[in-house]
């Protein structure tokens, strides 16, 4: 079982091996979310069966769904640290904000119409959240009651943009609607930038 320790270990060897200027591409690296993130896996026993998206930010996510350290590790060093996916984990992540929504509803859609095991946990951020295709995705998986769940990690933040403040509502739209079943949010603080580490890396 992964720990909260083993999580923050994680990024934190990431990061080092970031400022050398050795992984060519973006790395997006999170704290301030193990306990409610190992806590989510555990209360909704994500298991093999299961699928998860994730976005950008989704290293925690692989090696939570069972990804071993050192593939994980693997494909962040070769540039893959926005877009993790691992098929044979049931692991899929796009760096393309709102790209998957849809993805996630026609999976559980398919599990359920097929009557095949498993069930859909999509990870996104709090701006991720107020797009047009994660509404759409919500209503038709609220509708159809599909096997989904979103996890809506709240950092305040779009990039370093307010996301509250753009909306103009201190609440995320889904906050008090029939939706809600089917969501699963938590705010938290980001230790570290949205990007990379703060600093110019050369390569
Ligand atoms: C279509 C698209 N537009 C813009 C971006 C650049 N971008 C990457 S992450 C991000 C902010 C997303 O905010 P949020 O969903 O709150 O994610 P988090 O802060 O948790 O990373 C943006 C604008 C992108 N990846 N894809």
Redesign the pocket.
Known sequence: MITKEDLIAFEQEIAGIFATGVIRAPV?L?AGREDQLISIFKEEEIGGDDYVFG???SHELALLKGVPRQEVKDMILRGHS?ALCFPKYKVLCS?????LMGTAAGVAWSLRNRNKKGRVFLF????????GIFHEAVKYVHNFDLPAKFIV???????M?D?RAVWGNPDPWFAGTKYEKHIIYFKYT?GYP??GLGKLIKF
């Open positions: 997006h999170r976005f950008w930010d926005i760096g393309i904000v709102g790209s996104c951020g709090d701006m991720s959240a107020e797009t990690c709240d950092n305040g933040v779009s990039v943009t996301t980001n949205h990007s």
